[in-house]
């Protein structure tokens, strides 16, 4: 019997990413879990050595990272897995199989690009999605609201003293029961250091980026941050 390699090790943000799809996996079966901006390919090859969907993708626009990622997968059966390289917004997805698409290591204003170009060829195809943006979250969060797309599961990690938002949504086609996804998120303790921490730095980003946003949206997201703090005004916890 052939022994496979062991999976690359895993931080907390990935393995968190790794648990949730794992946990979920077990309520309803994706048939294609796609692994995009896949850098190393870590959590792929992660998912694809745990079996947890029939054929597993790995997509990234750098040439060289799909080069080095392929003789990583030589000792799995061809089958269960491809390699893309190309934009994420011109993938193709089967409309008689579900999809999760998993995008982390960006920022949340190009995975709303990304989601524009997926939106607008593949709006009968049930997916769904599995984000950890590495900044500008609140620019995801203010599409994936705008397009009604429905809150499944919301949480924080912290790897490396940073700090990283899990924001699972359902295709707004595909959701059976509406579960708005909020502005800044419906997830926080500030009993919990890491919570307080995290928002209390985006109440001061967004506090500095106000002074020169004529529109007010900075503002907005500044208030809409304090209020998951639990203060008023121009009030900030410490």
């Known amino acids: 019997m052939h022994t496979l390699p062991n999976a690359p090790y895993l931080g907390p943000r990935l393995r968190s990413l790794l648990r949730l799809i794992a946990d979920r996996q077990q309520q309803q079966r994706y048939d294609v879990i796609w692994d995009c901006c896949c850098d190393h390919g870590y959590l792929g090859i992660n998912i694809l050595h745990r079996e947890l969907a029939p054929q597993v993708v790995l997509v990234d626009q750098i040439a060289s990272i799909m080069a080095l990622l392929e003789p990583r997968l030589s000792s799995y059966p061809a ?3 491809r390699l893309i390289t190309g934009d994420v917004g ?8 579900r999809h999760l698409v ?11 690009k990304m989601l524009e170009a997926i939106a607008l060829n593949h709006s009968n195809v049930p997916i769904d999605f599995l984000f950890c943006p590495a900044t500008t979250q609140y620019d ?3 599409y994936l609201a705008a397009q009604n797309y429905s809150l499944l599961h919301e949480s924080l ?5 940073r700090d990283y938002e899990v924001i699972y949504v359902r295709h707004p086609h595909d959701a059976d029961i509406l579960n708005p996804v909020s502005l800044a998120g419906d997830m926080w303790d500030t009993r919990k250091p890491e919570h307080l921490r995290y928002l209390n730095k985006l109440v001061t ?3 500095n980026q106000s002074r020169t946003d004529d529109s007010g949206r900075k503002r907005q ?3 809409e941050y304090q209020r998951c703090l639990g203060a008023t005004g121009e009030e900030i916890a410490l």
């Open 205 to 207: 980003h967004y506090r």
């Open 102 to 112: 998993i995008i982390a290591g960006v920022g949340g204003e190009n995975i709303v």
């Open 221 to 223: 997201a500044m208030l």
């Open 157 to 161: 990690v912290t790897e490396k003293g």
């Open 140 to 142: 995801l969060r203010e």
């Open 79 to 81: 089958d269960q897995y």
């Open 90 to 97: 011109e993938l193709e997805f089967c409309s008689d199989k």
